[in-house]
């Protein structure tokens, strides 16, 4: 069972929605005042305003349970405010127009598996700026998203790859203090605790 609080900015909004999910099946619906425990969390309102996004915040705070996402129905949404709720938990958007209560429960069973469904329009604008931040953020001081530099994510390819220190510097052209140098730095930086630990750490992040 999916366990899912609905959070409205109109008391007779939130009770429609409560009356119609409780039919759907598979989903156990939370009072609103207990939203921490929930899986998922709807969030319904006729447009996105600076509340709203203290309202995500505030799940994304008060959360107990890792990974819990956000549904968001609303009839609109600005391209800043959707890259910065995202890191609250904002999963899933759906216009208001196109908002049935089946739509939405998939939205939420999507979103309990780990996916996202978002227009085409807001997921463009997520990926322009993931492409933004790496051009003109990350690049320029030489890293990458999962935090490690260029320079880590060549000698981790290698090390994922076989090679001893020696061959690593041999490749690279580096002398064998430098690729020392680099290992450690970055197992330091990021808290890894051996060669194993940074290589899982970069192939988990999608580095390598």
């Known amino acids: 069972m999916i366990s899912i609080a609905v959070l409205a900015s109109d008391p007779v909004t939130r009770e429609g929605a409560v009356s119609c999910l409780q039919r759907q099946r598979g989903l156990t619906l939370l009072p609103q005042q207990e939203h921490e425990r929930a899986d998922v969390v709807l969030v319904l309102t006729m447009d996105v305003v600076e509340e709203t996004m203290q309202l995500m915040e505030a799940v994304a705070a008060r959360s107990v349970k890792p990974g819990t996402g956000i549904v968001l ?6 391209e800043c405010q959707a890259v ?11 216009w208001r127009q196109d908002a049935g209560f089946d739509r939405i429960a998939q939205a939420v069973r999507s979103v309990a598996d780990g996916c996202g469904v978002l227009p085409a329009s807001v997921q463009g604008w997520l990926v322009n ?31 994922a790859d076989g090679l001893d220190t020696t061959e690593i ?27 194993t630990h940074a290589v899982a750490f970069a192939l988990r992040s999608g580095a390598l």
């Open 169 to 195: 510097a041999q490749k690279l052209s580096y002398s064998e203090r430098t690729i020392k140098n680099i290992i450690s730095g970055a197992m330091s930086r990021l808290g890894l605790r051996n060669r």
């Open 129 to 159: 700026h993931i492409g933004a931040v790496h051009r003109d953020v990350l690049g320029p001081m030489g890293l990458t998203a999962s935090g490690l530099e260029a320079r880590e994510l060549d000698v981790l390819r290698l090390l």
């Open 73 to 78: 129905v609303t009839g609109s949404i600005t």
């Open 84 to 94: 910065r709720a995202v890191q609250f938990g904002l999963r899933s958007v759906i």
